[in-house]
């Protein structure tokens, strides 16, 4: 077993209930989504997790090591795909994932959010966790391995809520790709909530608002 990814903790509270892994994109690190989760006000004390990814050599951009959860090896993202790197990856989160099921977390009080990147592994991972999970949250991204998900489909995940955002000038993460991804979902009657905005590949403030907002009524679901 691979040790445990190293990763930022915030806890905006004493004694939190609940969990989100916060998954940064490539060649960024976990540091990247700090500022935005101390930005938002939610109504119950949050353990955030940001994890840094490995380092490792990325085809696309002429082998250079940087942080990456999984290789690109061409501009058509959702074409060739590293299916071993992003396996790994899932695994990573998975570590997390049993870190604060072992620190008292019930599973449906652990949300995945990831930008890019991230995004795609927290829907590639939170789709085949076993355990129901409290939430996804996947922004400026696609759906990865898709033709793998109809037999690794978890059915405690099958209702899960899925919060998915895109900007419609994305350059990096094709609109066109986040809105297939969404189709594809749907289609597989994921409950899913589909955000888009006039934004390139970013995160912007209306977006954060309704983080904030979509975040908060499932908090308070669950709490």
């Not at 190293?6 to 700090?34: K, N, Q, Y």
């Not at 939430?135 to 759906?143: D, I, N, V």
């Amino acid at each position: 077993m691979p040790p445990i990814l190293p990763h930022i903790t915030l806890e905006t509270g004493s004694a939190p209930r609940h969990s989100i892994i916060w998954l940064h994109g490539l060649g960024a690190d976990g540091s990247d989504f700090v500022p935005l989760a101390e930005e938002m006000a939610l109504p119950v004390a949050v353990r955030y997790l940001f994890p840094h990814a490995p380092k490792r050599p990325v085809t696309i951009n002429g082998g250079f090591v940087m942080r990456a959860w999984y290789d690109i090896a061409t501009a058509d993202i959702g074409g060739t795909q590293d299916a071993e790197g992003i396996r790994a990856s899932q695994l990573g989160i998975e570590q997390l994932i049993a870190q604060e099921r072992a620190r008292g977390i019930a599973a449906s009080d652990i949300f995945i959010a990831g930008f890019s990147q991230g995004g795609a592994i927290a829907l590639h991972t939170g789709l085949r966790h076993s355990e129901r999970l409290g939430g996804l949250l996947a922004l400026s991204t696609y759906l990865p391995l898709a033709e793998t998900l109809p037999a690794e489909a978890a059915a405690a995940n099958r209702d899960i809520p899925v919060f998915m955002a895109h900007g419609r000038s994305d350059p990096v993460v094709p609109y066109t790709l986040g809105v297939s991804s969404r189709d594809r979902l749907q289609q597989r009657g994921y409950a899913l909530a589909w955000h888009e905005y006039a934004m390139p590949h970013s995160v912007c403030q209306e977006e954060v608002g309704d983080i904030a907002a979509w975040l908060s009524q499932r908090l308070l679901t669950t709490a």
